[in-house]
């Protein structure tokens, strides 16, 4: 079994599509911006500039991604997400990888400050060992912003984790990518938001959550 653990949040942990959708909605009105297929293109779980570029590849800037941004974590952070749920069994799973001396993490292209918020409102901070969000460190200009890849290495270095003994748990391709960059497992979540084309990228892929740990 792995020693570190390394979890998605956004279709990993907790099904969050709906109040994300809503704060993205919200967010484009207020901008002006329309997209009439959103609810088609739109997937839970990448950053939020790369969903922008996808949206409105034609209008995108750097002002723009940090627009939507700033009105998205206006609204997202404060509404209590009140349509996000965990994924049953899930943490169940977590809790039985820590008590087998593991040490699991989450890694989360999700802004810090919502990350956060959701951890504290299901009781996560008392599951898992650290949470990494990839603008927790925005603010240092020594780092700045991390895609998933730089995140999952600093957090090895961090932890003096090895890559054989690292797995990562997501659904997106963006999980994937990062693993591999980092040459560590990757185990791709069926229940979350990843097409088939994603979740073939995984070494391999779960139906359900007690067979993570396999």
């Keep these: 079994m792995k020693r570190f653990w390394f979890f998605d949040l956004d279709g990993t942990l907790a099904d969050t599509d709906g109040d994300i959708r809503l704060a993205w909605k919200t967010a484009m009105n207020e901008l002006g911006l329309s997209c009439p297929d959103f609810d088609k293109r739109f997937v839970a779980g990448p950053p939020i500039e790369d969903m922008a570029k996808a949206l409105f590849p034609d209008i995108y800037t750097d002002a723009l991604g940090r627009a939507i941004r700033e009105r998205f974590g206006s609204h997202y952070d404060s509404d209590g997400f009140p349509t996000t749920c965990e994924y049953p069994g899930v943490i169940d799973c977590v809790r039985a990888l820590k008590a087998a001396g593991s040490k699991v993490y989450i890694v989360t292209n999700k802004r810090y400050a919502g990350a956060k918020a959701?951890?504290?409102?299901?009781?996560?901070?008392?599951?898992?060992?650290?949470?990494?969000?990839?603008?927790?460190?925005?603010?240092?200009?020594?780092?700045?912003?991390?895609?998933?890849?730089?995140?999952?290495?600093?957090?090895?270095?961090?932890?003096?984790?090895?890559?054989?003994?690292?797995?990562?748990?997501?659904?997106?391709?963006?999980?994937?990518?990062?693993?591999?960059?980092?040459?560590i497992e990757s185990v791709g979540a069926s229940?979350?938001?990843?097409?088939?084309?994603?979740?073939?990228?995984?070494?391999?892929?779960?139906?359900?959550?007690e067979e993570i740990r396999v």
């Design 191 to 209: 229940w979350g938001y990843g097409t088939p084309e994603e979740l073939a990228m995984a070494d391999r892929t779960v139906d359900k959550p």
């Design 118 to 183: 959701i951890a504290a409102k299901f009781g996560w901070t008392d599951v898992f060992d650290g949470l990494y969000a990839g603008d927790m460190y925005k603010d240092d200009p020594a780092i700045g912003k991390l895609r998933k890849g730089a995140l999952l290495a600093r957090i090895m270095r961090e932890t003096g984790a090895r890559p054989e003994e690292c797995a990562i748990v997501g659904d997106t391709s963006s999980d994937f990518a990062a693993a591999k960059e980092n040459g």
